[in-house]
Nanobody, 122 residues
Framework: QVQLVESGGGLVQAGGSLRLSCAAS????????MGWYRQAPGKQRELVAA???????NYADSVKGRFTISRDNAKNTVYLQMNSLKPEDTAVYYC????????????????WGQGTQVTVSS
C-alpha cells in the first residue's frame, strides 16, 4: 500500500502562483509514475501532469508552459508548481501514484491522495 498526503492548495487571484506537494509513504519502491489530476464541479477528473521515475514528464495542453511537475526521489515527494493561474484552473487537485509489480508481478495499483482545493478568483 502507498499513502499520499497532499498540501499547498488555497485561494489565489488570477495570474498568481501556487505550489502543491504530495508526499508518498509505504510501498514507495513500487511506484513508477506520479502525477496530478484535477476535477472541477460537474466535470470528469482529468490528468494535469505526470512524471516517471526517470524524469520524463507529460502535461495537459491546457497547462503547458504554466505548470511544472517535479519530484524529489529522496523525499518521495512530487510537486506541482502552478504559475499564471486562471479561473478555469479552479478544481480539486488529486495526487496519484501508480505502482507496478507489487505485491504480484502483474499488479497495477493506482493510489490517490485526499485532494486539495485550488480556487482562482478573477
Amino acid at each position: 500500500q502507498v499513502q499520499l498526503v497532499e498540501s499547498g492548495g488555497g485561494l489565489v487571484q488570477a495570474g498568481g502562483s501556487l505550489r502543491l506537494s504530495c508526499a508518498a509513504s509505504g510501498s514507495v519502491f513500487s511506484i513508477k509514475y506520479m502525477g496530478w489530476y484535477r476535477q472541477a464541479p460537474g466535470k470528469q477528473r482529468e490528468l494535469v501532469a505526470a512524471i516517471a521515475n526517470g524524469g520524463n514528464t507529460n502535461y495537459a495542453d491546457s497547462v503547458k508552459g504554466r505548470f511544472t511537475i517535479s519530484r524529489d526521489n529522496a523525499k518521495n515527494t512530487v510537486y506541482l508548481q502552478m504559475n499564471s493561474l486562471k479561473p478555469e484552473d479552479t478544481a480539486v487537485y488529486y495526487c496519484n501514484a501508480r505502482g507496478l509489480g507489487y505485491p504480484k508481478l502483474t499488479d497495477v495499483n493506482d493510489y490517490w491522495g485526499q485532494g486539495t482545493q485550488v480556487t482562482v478568483s478573477s
